[in-house]
């Protein structure tokens, strides 16, 4: 069955530090692979995603993911990260019957000042 | 705003009662989720739709039902709430783009 590892359980940083969070997925063939967000208290946002084209992938607020097909990973990454970026972040991949997304247990990120 | 609504968003229940979540969107999707939330666990689908009048099993239906009988609206029921079932409920549709919207959530206690 499809899957997604996200590696990092919780990452704590310090404000202006770099950001890489590992995502890993099974199936190899194509894929659509998506980055959500949930602040504090809050419902799922959509960050960024990648169908094809460009593995280098831009998103909101300052991330970005690069899909790396022969390491079956899509890696979120952020240059300088602030404070309100304290949330949970979920990787996820579009199943091979294209009706469900797969999500991985997410990442926490704290992000102190 | 458009967007997805999910009522209630609170609900203590005694093991054994029975609910009914609702969702609902207004804008025009197909395809709609319920997922639930347990810390360390991520999102797990438990039943979806793609379309008014059908039903399919995600990864947890147990002790879950849907249905969809208009468009907008997907219901997801629990018939007898056990302890296990404790969770935060988000429902969600996708658009073209094949993006998820997802409701506000339901957290939801079995006592």
């Known amino acids: 069955a499809q899957s997604v590892s996200q590696h990092n359980h919780h990452v704590i940083l310090s404000e202006a530090a770099s950001l890489e969070l590992g995502c890993n997925y099974s199936?190899?063939?194509?894929?659509?692979l998506f980055w959500y967000v949930q602040y504090p208290g809050q419902h799922l946002q959509l960050l960024l995603k990648?169908?094809?084209?460009?593995?280098l992938v831009k998103g909101i607020k300052g991330f970005e993911a690069e899909f790396i097909k022969s390491k079956f990973s899509f890696n979120l990454r952020k240059p300088s990260v602030q404070w309100s970026d304290t949330a949970e972040y979920f990787c996820?991949?579009?199943?091979?019957?294209?009706?469900?997304?797969?999500f991985g247990k997410g990442t926490t990120l704290s992000v102190s000042s | 705003n458009a967007g997805v609504t999910q009522t209630p968003k609170f609900r203590v229940l005694k093991t054994g009662q029975s609910m009914t979540l609702l969702c609902a969107q207004d804008?025009?999707?197909?395809?709609m989720y319920w997922y639930r939330q347990d810390p360390g666990m991520g999102l797990r689908l438990i039943h979806y739709?793609?379309?008014?009048?059908?039903?399919a099993k995600g990864e947890v239906p147990d002790g879950y039902n849907v249905s969809r009988l208009k468009k907008q609206n997907f219901l997801l029921g629990l018939e007898s709430a056990a302890p296990s079932q404790t969770s935060v409920y988000f429902c969600?549709?996708?658009?073209?783009?094949?993006?998820?919207?997802f409701g506000s959530g339901t957290r939801l206690t079995v006592v």
């Open positions: 996820a991949v579009k199943n091979q019957a294209g009706t469900a997304l797969i």
């Open positions: 199936y190899g063939g194509t894929v659509n």
């Open positions: 990648y169908f094809s084209g460009d593995p």
């Open positions: 804008m025009n999707h197909e395809y």
């Open positions: 739709s793609v379309g008014e009048g059908t039903t």
């Open positions: 969600a549709s996708q658009g073209m783009d094949y993006g998820y919207t």
